[in-house]
């Protein structure tokens, strides 16, 4: 064989195997609304438990079952009182529905259609949220994994906090942003096993009502790929309407010499939280780090940047005792992070730098 017939087979093998099957039953959806002229067309997505296109089959017209998804495109005309077709996708514990009609009105009779046999996901009592994983994808449009997660009340978790941080922390929790309001970043630094990451479970909990929780698990790639942070950013597939995109241990972006370690990270980060990018989405960032304040880059801590920034101490020495006594332990006067008092509390032997040290030398007046 040739070596231009090889390359023709190596460009014929590539296209086949780049197709993507999941795509075709969004294709087929698209074909026949374009086909049957439909002027209206909504989107809409909620969380349900119910992953089963059962009771849908006499309706559908393509149909697509793999080992994470189940999606139909359905024809449900002369059930919702007018021309209408329907796409929907079934995700990890995630509906989402796409639906065209010949009028406005079938597009709502429609939802309500589809609410009634997916019911939204009730999970208050049980004290879990739903938080949306995203990772880059380099073959598709990023899409974000749904996962139930089990988290802490504020009131709770409140007095493992020195007084200065739990005060801070208590008045962000309460806050609620309002529709018209910008959004904005939000910065939490201090050194490991302070209790950021669990701080960050109680805000999820106490914004549950208005503002819905999505994890960026790749951040260097996010900051890295346009298009991803693009997808990211600009999804609207969300009933809250405010969103809270967490970027958890993210210190590299941040620091001084962020640029020459990241690249443009730090500039596409700021541009996210009040640049022309961030313009008209309800997007808080918050952005978590275990450096030092010092260290961060001085854009990022200007005064007005953040709408709150936080730092997360060890408890001084005295109300680490305080702590230890509320568990029936007795201190030792010394000055510890969250993590180094309930290894004391539990008898395990702790990392030297769970500890803080204090500075040993001269003090200069």
Request: charged share 25%; hydrophobic share 35%; with cysteine.
């Amino acid at each position: 064989m040739s070596n231009s017939l090889h390359e023709a087979a190596g460009l014929e093998l590539s296209l086949t195997w780049e197709l993507d099957l999941d795509y075709l039953t969004t294709a087929r959806f698209a074909q026949l609304v374009a086909e049957r002229g439909l002027e209206h067309v909504s989107r809409i997505s909620w969380a349900t438990e119910r992953m089963t296109l059962e009771g849908l089959f006499d309706h559908s017209l393509t149909t697509l079952r793999d080992s994470s998804e189940r999606a139909a495109v359905l024809d449900l005309t002369g059930e919702v009182g007018g021309e209408c077709l329907a796409h929907l996708s079934l995700e990890r514990g995630r509906a989402y529905l796409r639906v065209a009609a010949s009028s406005v009105d079938t597009l709502a009779t429609a939802r309500k259609w589809f609410e009634e046999r997916y019911p939204a996901f009730q999970g208050e009592e049980r004290q879990r949220i739903r938080v949306s994983f995203w990772t880059d994808d380099d073959h598709h449009r990023a899409r974000p994994t749904t996962r139930t997660i089990d988290v802490p009340a504020w009131n709770e978790i409140a007095s493992n906090y020195p007084g200065g941080v739990a005060s801070s922390l208590s008045g962000l929790l309460e806050r609620r942003f309002a529709d018209d309001e910008s959004g904005g970043l939000i910065l939490w630094h201090g050194p490991p096993g302070t209790g950021k990451t669990y701080a960050l479970r109680a805000l999820g909990w106490a914004w549950r009502k208005w503002c819905s929780c999505h994890y960026v698990t790749d951040p260097e790639v996010f900051f890295g790929k346009p298009k991803y942070m693009l997808n990211v950013l600009l999804d609207d597939d969300d009933e809250k309407g405010w969103r809270l995109l967490i970027l958890e241990d993210t210190g590299e972006l941040l620091t001084a010499d962020a640029k020459q370690r990241t690249g443009q990270g730090l500039s596409r980060l700021l541009n996210v939280t009040d640049g022309l990018l961030g313009q008209g989405l309800r997007l808080l960032l918050l952005v978590t780090t275990n450096e030092p304040s010092r260290s961060l880059h001085p854009a990022v801590s200007r005064s007005g940047r953040c709408v709150s920034q936080l730092e997360f101490t060890p408890f001084p020495a005295d109300e680490a005792d305080e702590w230890l006594a509320r568990h029936d332990k007795d201190g030792d006067g010394t000055s510890r992070t969250l993590a180094s008092l309930f290894a004391y509390l539990n008898g395990q032997e702790e990392p030297s730098s769970a500890r803080v040290r204090q500075p040993i030398g001269f003090r200069v007046a």
